[in-house]
């Protein structure tokens, strides 16, 4: 790990240890992925209670070659097309699980029939909207450990925030009627709203640390 990385890993551990929950906004080109391998390194999952990574289908390749290439010990299964598992036993057999948004949806019932150690959530502005059928499955989940990634936590208004946070620790934020009430789409709220997700956020973009 480059010297950023291996404080973003620590970082991590020691904050998830307290809230159960943070968000990975580290700017494209800096290795989340390779963050979060550490990261499940640091206490590796156990096929009864296994990590879920979910992620865009054409993510899938590179998940899977950073852990061979980082992380040979952990198994692996790709949950996706024709290799679907047809009961939740089956999600049960290694340290790691990969699927797609899509599939995570359309097989939502044996994936809350497991609690995960893990529940890693990549490209995750793909569930900003908490309204979406994707957003309320995912939430649905029970895990131990929940980890969003993106690299743009707040695209169009500060709702996406209240979306990636109340997924990463529940609650943290209130209910959306009353997070929308209290902080309409404006600098100041953003100001306020940074003060309670600061702490749960890591985000570093190329130039901070360029020196590592």
């Known amino acids: 790990l480059f010297p950023y990385q291996s404080r973003g890993v620590l ?41 879920l990574i979910v992620c865009p289908t054409s993510l899938i390749a590179n998940w899977t070659r950073e852990f061979e290439r980082f992380a040979a010990g952990m198994t692996l299964m790709i949950h996706r097309g024709q290799r679907r598992a047809g009961i939740f036993r089956d999600l049960q057999k290694t340290s790691v699980v990969i699927t797609t948004y899509d599939t995570m949806v359309n097989d939502i019932s044996i994936f809350s029939s497991v609690e995960w150690s893990w529940l890693i959530c ?27 990634m993106t690299g743009t936590p707040v695209e169009n208004s500060l709702v996406d925030l209240w979306s990636l946070a ?15 009430a209290q902080f309409p789409d404006c600098i100041e709220s953003a100001q306020a709203v940074g003060l309670l997700t600061d702490p749960i956020i890591l985000k570093r973009r190329v130039a901070d640390v360029a020196g590592d």
Do not use: C
């Open 11 to 51: 970082w991590m551990w020691e904050t998830i240890k307290h809230t159960g929950g943070l968000i990975l906004a580290d700017e494209m080109g800096l290795g989340k992925t390779l963050q979060i391998i550490a990261l499940l390194l640091m206490a590796p999952p156990k096929p009864d209670a296994p990590a």
């Open 166 to 180: 109340d997924f990463a620790i529940p609650g943290l934020l209130g209910s959306q009627l009353d997070f929308e």
């Open 122 to 148: 990549d490209e995750a502005q793909a569930i900003k909207n908490p309204q979406s059928n994707r957003r309320r499955a995912i939430a649905s989940i029970p895990r131990q450990r929940t980890v969003p």
